[in-house]
C-alpha cells in the first residue's frame, strides 16, 4: 500500500486530539508563561522572577498541605496528616535548594536590574506571613504591609483568630496525656508563641517513654524536622543576600541582612527544642 494512501483512523485520531484538552490547556501554559515580564534590560532580572514566581507557588502548596494537616489532626485522622507534614518538609527542602541558583546572580548583576524594583520586597508576601501565623509565629503588627488590600489583609486576620497549627497539636497532646483539655494553656493567638512549662513537661513525658506514646513521638519528630527545614531555609536566605547585596537596606525598606538575622532566633516549636537539654 502507499504511504499517501488515506487512513480514516489517523483523521479520527486528529479530530480526537483537536477536541482534547492538551498538557499545555491543562497547565494554562501559556498564561503562566506570560507571567514573567522583566523592567529592564538585565539578563539576570528573569532569573530573580522566576525565583520569586516558584517559591510562590511552592508556598501555595505549603499552605495547601499544613492547612489540610491541621484538618487531619483536629479530626484525629493522623496518618494523612503524617503524611501532609513529611510533604511540607520536602518542600521547604526544595526552597532551599533554589537559592543555590539564585547564588549564582553576583552583587553586580543584581545592580543591573535593583532600581526597577522600587519598594517591592519578599517582606511583603503575603502567603510567607500566612505561613508564620498557621506555624504559630505569630506578630499582628506585620498585617500592615497588606492592609491596602482586603480580602488579603482579612484571610490574614482570620488565621490569627484561630489556633495555630501546633496549638492544636499541644491540645492533642494533652488530650492524650490528661485524658482531657482541661488544663489546656491558652492558645496564644496574637503574638509569637513562646515556651510554657506545663507543654514542655508533657513532650518530655513522651520522649522519656517513646514506646508508649509512640504517636505523640512521632508528631513531635515531624514537627521538628519541618522547622528544621524552615530554619535552614531562613538561613540560605540570610547567606543569599547578604553574599548578594551586603548590609545595604532592603527594597521593601526593612533593615536587610540584620532584620533576617533576627529571624534566626526565631523558635515555632520551642519546647520540642528545649526539652533535649532535658533528657
Given at each position: 500500500m502507499s504511504s499517501d494512501a488515506y487512513d480514516?483512523?489517523?483523521?479520527?485520531?486528529?479530530?480526537?486530539?483537536?477536541?482534547?484538552?492538551?498538557?499545555?490547556?491543562y497547565l494554562h501554559l501559556d498564561e503562566l508563561l506570560d507571567q514573567q515580564n522583566p523592567l529592564s534590560?538585565?539578563?539576570?532580572?528573569?532569573?530573580?522572577?522566576?525565583?520569586?514566581?516558584?517559591?510562590?507557588l511552592w508556598m501555595k502548596l505549603i499552605l495547601h498541605e499544613m492547612q489540610a494537616a491541621r484538618d487531619a489532626l483536629i479530626a484525629r485522622d493522623l496518618?494523612?496528616?503524617?503524611?501532609?507534614?513529611?510533604?511540607?518538609?520536602?518542600?521547604?527542602?526544595?526552597?532551599?535548594?533554589?537559592?543555590?541558583?539564585?547564588?549564582?546572580?553576583t552583587p553586580s548583576d543584581y545592580t543591573t536590574f535593583r532600581e526597577v524594583l522600587g519598594p517591592s520586597s519578599g517582606f511583603q508576601s503575603y502567603q510567607y506571613r500566612l505561613i508564620e501565623y498557621v506555624l504559630g509565629n505569630r506578630n499582628p503588627n506585620l498585617l500592615k504591609p497588606h492592609a491596602h488590600v482586603e480580602h488579603i489583609h482579612a484571610q490574614l486576620v482570620r488565621e490569627l483568630e484561630r489556633p495555630s497549627l501546633y496549638d492544636e497539636a499541644v491540645r492533642f497532646l494533652f488530650e492524650t496525656l490528661d485524658g482531657d483539655d482541661r488544663n489546656l494553656p491558652a492558645p496564644q493567638l496574637e503574638r509569637p508563641h513562646e515556651a510554657v512549662e506545663a507543654i514542655q513537661d508533657r513532650w518530655a513525658a513522651v520522649y522519656r517513654d517513646i514506646h508508649?506514646?509512640?504517636?505523640?513521638?512521632?508528631?513531635?519528630?515531624?514537627?521538628?524536622?519541618?522547622?528544621?527545614?524552615?530554619?535552614?531555609?531562613?538561613?540560605?536566605?540570610?547567606?543569599t543576600v547578604e553574599r548578594v547585596i551586603g548590609f545595604k537596606r532592603g527594597t521593601g525598606g526593612t533593615s536587610g541582612v540584620t532584620y533576617l538575622r533576627?529571624?534566626?532566633?526565631?523558635?515555632?516549636?520551642?519546647?520540642?527544642?528545649?526539652?533535649?537539654?532535658?533528657?
Amino acid at each position: 500500500m502507499s504511504s499517501d494512501a488515506y487512513d480514516p483512523g489517523k483523521d479520527g485520531a486528529k479530530m480526537a486530539m483537536a477536541g482534547a484538552m492538551s498538557y499545555g490547556d491543562y497547565l494554562h501554559l501559556d498564561e503562566l508563561l506570560d507571567q514573567q515580564n522583566p523592567l529592564s534590560g538585565a539578563h539576570d532580572e528573569l532569573l530573580f522572577i522566576i525565583q520569586h514566581h516558584t517559591s510562590e507557588l511552592w508556598m501555595k502548596l505549603i499552605l495547601h498541605e499544613m492547612q489540610a494537616a491541621r484538618d487531619a489532626l483536629i479530626a484525629r485522622d493522623l496518618p494523612p496528616m503524617f503524611k501532609m507534614l513529611a510533604r511540607v518538609s520536602r518542600i521547604f527542602e526544595q526552597l532551599n535548594n533554589q537559592w543555590d541558583i539564585l547564588r549564582t546572580m553576583t552583587p553586580s548583576d543584581y545592580t543591573t536590574f535593583r532600581e526597577v524594583l522600587g519598594p517591592s520586597s519578599g517582606f511583603q508576601s503575603y502567603q510567607y506571613r500566612l505561613i508564620e501565623y498557621v506555624l504559630g509565629n505569630r506578630n499582628p503588627n506585620l498585617l500592615k504591609p497588606h492592609a491596602h488590600v482586603e480580602h488579603i489583609h482579612a484571610q490574614l486576620v482570620r488565621e490569627l483568630e484561630r489556633p495555630s497549627l501546633y496549638d492544636e497539636a499541644v491540645r492533642f497532646l494533652f488530650e492524650t496525656l490528661d485524658g482531657d483539655d482541661r488544663n489546656l494553656p491558652a492558645p496564644q493567638l496574637e503574638r509569637p508563641h513562646e515556651a510554657v512549662e506545663a507543654i514542655q513537661d508533657r513532650w518530655a513525658a513522651v520522649y522519656r517513654d517513646i514506646h508508649a506514646h509512640w504517636t505523640l513521638y512521632e508528631l513531635a519528630e515531624k514537627l521538628v524536622d519541618l522547622e528544621d527545614y524552615f530554619r535552614r531555609w531562613r538561613f540560605n536566605h540570610v547567606t543569599t543576600v547578604e553574599r548578594v547585596i551586603g548590609f545595604k537596606r532592603g527594597t521593601g525598606g526593612t533593615s536587610g541582612v540584620t532584620y533576617l538575622r533576627k529571624m534566626l532566633d526565631v523558635e515555632l516549636f520551642p519546647e520540642l527544642w528545649h526539652l533535649r537539654g532535658e533528657l
